[in-house]
């Protein structure tokens, strides 16, 4: 499944808007000004993409989040997610501190508290029940009091839409672009009795991190024992709660998420009430899990053409499972 945040890298450049970043994170994490003592393994970049940049210093993280991020969509996605009702479910955001910038070259900036995740090397050990039961917890919550007139739609179905765009910007003459877009044309709009709860709207094994406080707000000694919780706002909304359950699904569906796996995390989705799916989970489960599959092909050959290198294995497997999809093999 997609990569949990990998061991911080230095910045290089110090001008852009990376150090800048990593400048306001040190200042977070020392507001008195005293010499920083963090271990270099501590600080560093935690990820430096289109849709957002991260910085861990210390025991903080901080995230310059897309370009072109609705402001206030936004404001109210934090509020969410700051909301007492979904504590149990996310990672909870930290006050920007006086000092700090609320937006870095029109970027929202957010702050949080550094929490470990899951462990890429130990495949066997992922925590696909307690991401279910949080999936199904989070899908259960009410919105907030007066929330859910201003909560923006949650952008799954947005981004699938996205990724086959840039494709077709991109990749238009890659090989397997025609099967991708076959495999497009069989995904219909979602269906008009959808319900529409509150939905984490990306939700795969690197959004997930071990919430290490106390209830005081100090660290804890050892993750080990910590609780899971959910990260990354920025595609948090109303929506159906199929969509969430659809990378695990469209994984398990081209042979790439183990049988057993895909069981456990359903079954503890639904024993935990989660109301995303009935006795026939497919029949909810189908479209959303088609799109994903759209999804991740459109973005591979997006990738591997910009890179100039070949589809890898996994890319592969998806290319060949759109090609099941539009029921043809690509040529």
Same mark, same amino acid.
């Given at each position: 499944m997609d990569p949990a945040l990998p061991t911080p890298r230095t910045p290089s +450049?110090?001008? %852009?808007?990376?150090?800048?970043?990593?400048?306001?994170?040190?200042?977070?994490?020392?507001?008195? #000004?005293?010499?920083?003592?963090?271990?270099?393994?501590?600080?560093? =970049?935690?990820?430096? !993409?289109? +849709?957002?940049?991260?910085?861990?210093? %210390? #025991? *903080? =993280? @901080?995230?310059?989040? @897309?370009?072109?991020? /609705?402001?206030?969509?936004?404001?109210?996605?934090?509020?969410?997610?700051?909301?007492?009702?979904? %504590?149990? =479910?996310?990672?909870?955001?930290?006050?920007?501190?006086?000092?700090?910038? $609320? @937006?870095?070259? #029109?970027?929202?900036?957010?702050?949080?508290?550094?929490?470990?995740?899951?462990?890429?090397?130990?495949? /066997?050990?992922?925590?696909?029940?307690?991401?279910?039961?949080?999936?199904?917890?989070?899908?259960?919550?009410?919105?907030?009091? $007066?929330?859910?007139?201003?909560?923006?739609?949650?952008?799954?179905?947005?981004?699938?839409?996205?990724?086959?765009?840039?494709? !077709?910007?991109?990749?238009? +003459?890659?090989?397997?672009?025609?099967?991708? *877009?076959?495999?497009?044309?069989?995904?219909? +709009? $979602?269906?008009?009795?959808?319900p529409r709860l509150l939905c984490h709207g990306d939700f795969h094994l690197g959004q997930l991190v071990r919430d290490t406080r106390r209830t005081d707000g100090t660290a804890a000694r050892s993750g080990i024992d910590a609780p899971w919780r959910l990260i990354d706002i920025d595609d948090l909304g109303l929506g159906d709660p199929a969509w969430d359950l659809a990378r695990p699904a469209a994984w398990f569906a081209a042979?790439?998420?183990?049988?057993?796996?895909?069981?456990r995390f359903l079954g503890a989705y639904q024993e935990a009430g989660g109301p995303a799916v009935d006795a026939e989970p497919w029949d909810r489960l189908d479209v959303p899990a088609r799109a994903l599959t759209v999804q991740t092909a459109a973005l591979a050959l997006a990738k591997s053409t910009a890179e100039r290198r070949p589809l890898d294995e996994v890319e592969e497997v998806m290319i060949d499972t759109c090609a099941r999809i539009a029921g043809h093999r690509t040529g």
């Open positions: +450049d110090g001008q %852009g808007p990376l150090h800048r970043l990593a400048a306001f994170a040190h200042t977070a994490a020392h507001p008195s #000004g005293e010499p920083c003592r963090c271990a270099g393994g501590l600080v560093g =970049v935690l990820a430096d !993409r289109d +849709d957002g940049t991260v910085v861990r210093h %210390g #025991g *903080l =993280v @901080a995230k310059a989040h @897309a370009p072109g991020t /609705d402001p206030e969509a936004h404001r109210v996605r934090l509020a969410l997610a700051a909301h007492r009702d979904v %504590g149990g =479910v996310f990672l909870q955001p930290l006050p920007l501190p006086r000092q700090g910038p $609320g @937006a870095l070259e #029109g970027r929202p900036v957010t702050l949080w508290p550094y929490g470990p995740p899951v462990a890429p090397e130990d495949p /066997d050990a992922a925590p696909w029940e307690e991401a279910a039961r949080l999936l199904a917890l989070l899908h259960r919550t009410p919105p907030p009091p $007066g929330g859910a007139g201003r909560l923006p739609d949650m952008r799954a179905p947005e981004k699938a839409a996205l990724a086959v765009e840039r494709m !077709r910007r991109t990749a238009p +003459d890659h090989p397997a672009a025609a099967t991708v *877009l076959e495999a497009w044309r069989t995904v219909p +709009d $979602g269906p008009a009795t959808a042979g790439l998420l183990p049988p057993d796996v895909w069981t």
